[in-house]
């Protein structure tokens, strides 16, 4: 299972140039991004009952809907399929969650209309949690954690 992710998740990423060249061949201002995004948690989230605790990372596959609102400045809204982590204590698993984090923000291209061209964003960010369960030490435990909202971060390359 583990190598049918890692094969999907190097389809998508040989495929997200294609949706900005086709984009930029018909000179629309819309642009489809597919790829991958890394959601990394606070690693060091401090103590609870006396235990330290920590967060994994997740990377999941993701599509974005930018408009461009000049050659270098655009609006994106990301989605991505579910995260996952796991809240561990003492190194022990302790809680596994799923979230959906999706961010609506702004990109700068450093280099637009070129054929290779960096861009770094920010955005905000609305993370919904869901199927929350207590492993180990909490199984059986009713554990809930609360929607947040907080600020991302996004940058990458586009080549035409």
Request: with cysteine.
């Amino acid at each position: 299972m583990s190598h049918l992710k890692h094969l999907i998740i190097a389809g998508v990423l040989c495929a997200a140039p294609l949706g900005n060249a086709v984009a930029q061949s018909v000179e629309s201002p819309w642009i489809v991004h597919v790829g991958a995004h890394v959601v990394d948690p606070k690693s060091n989230t401090g103590d609870l009952a006396g235990l330290s605790s920590s967060t994994t990372r997740s990377l999941r596959p993701s599509v974005s809907v930018e408009y461009l609102l000049t050659p270098s400045w655009s609006v994106e809204l990301l989605a991505a399929l579910p995260f996952q982590h796991d809240v561990r204590l003492d190194g022990q698993r302790a809680v596994g969650v799923k979230q959906l984090p999706p961010v609506v923000g702004v990109n700068y291209r450093f280099l637009a209309g070129q054929t290779v061209s960096p861009f770094l964003g920010v955005g905000v960010n609305y993370t919904h949690f869901f199927d929350t369960k207590g492993h180990n030490a909490l199984d059986g435990t009713n554990v809930s954690l609360g929607d947040t909202w907080g600020i991302a971060w996004h940058g990458g390359v586009d080549i035409a």
